[in-house]
């Protein structure tokens, strides 16, 4: 349902499709002891999202650079390659 939902896009946005492993990210962090629980969150769709693995890193070890960028845009007389 969550992939569907998200339409198979990191944290669901649109253009940012996810062409391999999909990762389904808690944005609720769990514990063990939320499993051992029964914590609702766990399965709560409004508590997932789907990720790519380097965003499902970078969201928990908070790197940066393992995110996506958003495409750079050119426009005429741009010397800058990057």
Known sequence: FVILRDDGCDLGVPGYDIHGQITIHHIVPMT??????????????????TTTHDTHNAIHFGDVKLLRLPPVERTRGDTKLW
Request: glycine share 6%; hydrophobic share 45%.
């Open 32 to 49: 063990a002891e939320d499993i051992e629980a029964g914590n609702p969150l766990i399965l709560d769709p409004d508590n997932l999202i």
